[in-house]
């Protein structure tokens, strides 16, 4: 029997390679987690800057950005299709958002405004806990429709004003308002985009509407009607109205005994064709704004009214009425401290417009309820178009979609709820 051979020196030798391997490997592999883990974060960033156009440097609301995008990674997109239904509703009340212009893009601002899918949004509005933590307020809403910043005014148009047409062929009364913020696309919606500061008035909804009622009106089944075509086009400023087609005259608003509003002089054009009513909306669009410093600032404060008139021919006799208006930016309506005495009254006459115009859309959908139409110009002017059953109304709300306007967004998305209460229950998982 041979002793047993001494333990060989060189095993603990050997184990103690082992483990010093054994280290390098667990370095090598932390070296290389933290690689990884720098890589995705690299990525996360990049995504964050190719889908929102920012970067952390020195932006304030880089973490909401990255957290806006963690919320929409988790969400399923299903947006407004072309070939959706068209619902036939008295009362539309729906949203655009618009894209983040350059100035807001090179200011790094935040894009705050997800919409998952064709009735729904959400403003993720950025908060603070009391120990500095960030977290997002994240506000679900729900409307007929909502339209996102890729959808055109053709996409919009289909879905609100154009199933109104023939509403004003069967007797009723037709309004479309663009109610929100002055700069969250009301005129760019009404009257066409804007390429710089040249307007398509083609592309706006005054121009679609148009072109659909001459083409009702050359249909068999309208034609037999005989009725004839006119348009007016004026603007309300605080308690006065000034007639766009007549170099901004000034009409006196008045009411006859039977509470019967009427614009006294207001001038109503006669069009035998599209073209006749497409140089009506460029002359009275290009009116409102003339001679003004800034695009904003006076149209921004008095709501735009164009009215495309049907008659009978040869009498006076009213057949239908399309009043599609342009409202006075609501940020207006809380004009006051700082602006002297002047704005702040038209800044009150501003809120208190929108609250009658809210409060008489509602008295439509509701049989039997007050309209207080006799609370402003607007809704006294509008007045037959609150009334009878046969009266459809649309409301399309304009938001921006950037951080910076969040507040006048909620208030937007606020009224507008009110306007039509929809049941906000059926939200899709998130
Ligand atoms: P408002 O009439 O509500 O004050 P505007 O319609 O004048 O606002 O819009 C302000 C600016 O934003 C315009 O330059 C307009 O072209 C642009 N804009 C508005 N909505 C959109 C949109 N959906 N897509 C692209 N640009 C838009
Ligand atoms: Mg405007």
Request: net charge positive; glycine share 6%; hydrophobic share 35%.
């Amino acid at each position: 029997n041979s002793p047993s051979p001494p333990e060989s020196p060189k095993k603990p030798k050997r184990e103690s390679i082992f483990e010093f391997k054994s280290e390098a490997a667990k370095k090598v592999e932390l070296i290389a987690k933290s690689r990884d883990e720098r890589r995705q974060k690299l990525a996360e960033e990049k995504s964050i800057r190719d889908q929102m156009g920012i970067s952390e440097h020195n932006n304030p609301y880089y973490e909401f950005a990255r957290m806006i995008n963690e919320f929409k990674s988790s969400l399923e997109f299903h947006p407004l299709k072309d070939s959706d239904p068209v619902i036939e509703n008295q009362i539309t009340v729906c949203v655009r958002k618009r894209p983040l212009n350059t100035r807001e893009k090179n200011r790094n601002e935040v894009d705050v405004i997800t919409v998952p899918t064709k009735n729904q949004i959400i403003v993720h509005e950025p908060k603070h806990k009391v120990d500095l933590t960030k977290y997002l307020d994240n506000q679900h809403f729900r409307f007929d429709y909502v339209f996102d910043e890729t959808c055109t005014n053709e996409t919009v148009y289909k879905f609100t004003a154009q199933p109104l047409v023939k509403t004003i062929f069967e007797g009723g009364m037709a309004t479309c308002f663009a109610y929100g913020q002055t700069g969250a696309g009301k005129t760019h919606t009404m009257g066409g985009e804007f390429k710089g500061k040249q307007q398509n008035f083609k592309n706006g909804i005054y121009a679609l509407v148009a072109t659909d009622v001459f083409s009702f009106l050359n249909q068999p089944s309208y034609k037999d009607k005989n009725l004839v075509v006119s348009a007016s086009f004026f603007e309300i400023y605080g308690k006065v109205a000034y007639d766009l087609l007549a170099k901004k005259q000034r009409l006196r608003v008045l009411e006859d005994g039977k509470q019967v509003v009427q614009v006294v002089g207001l001038t109503e054009r006669m069009v035998g064709k599209v073209d006749d009513i497409m140089d009506l909306i460029r002359k009275g669009s290009l009116e409102r704004t003339s001679g003004q410093t800034s695009a904003n600032s006076n149209s921004s404060r008095s709501h735009a009214v164009f009215q495309i008139i049907l008659r009978k021919a040869g009498g006076k006799q009213l057949e239908g009425k399309f009043s599609l208006i342009d409202l006075a930016g609501n940020e207006r309506g809380a004009d006051n401290s700082k602006s002297n005495k002047q704005t702040r009254l038209e800044g009150a006459d501003i809120n208190k417009s929108l609250l009658a115009l809210k409060e008489c859309i509602r008295a439509l959908g509701k049989k039997g309820k007050h309209c207080p139409f006799r609370e402003s110009i607007l809704t006294k002017i509008l007045r037959d178009s609150f009334i009878g059953e046969k009266s459809r109304t649309c409301m399309i709300a304009l938001i921006s979609s950037s951080v910076g306007s969040v507040d006048h967004t909620l208030n937007t998305l606020r009224y507008a709820d009110r306007v039509k209460e929809l049941v906000a229950n059926d939200f899709c998982e998130v």
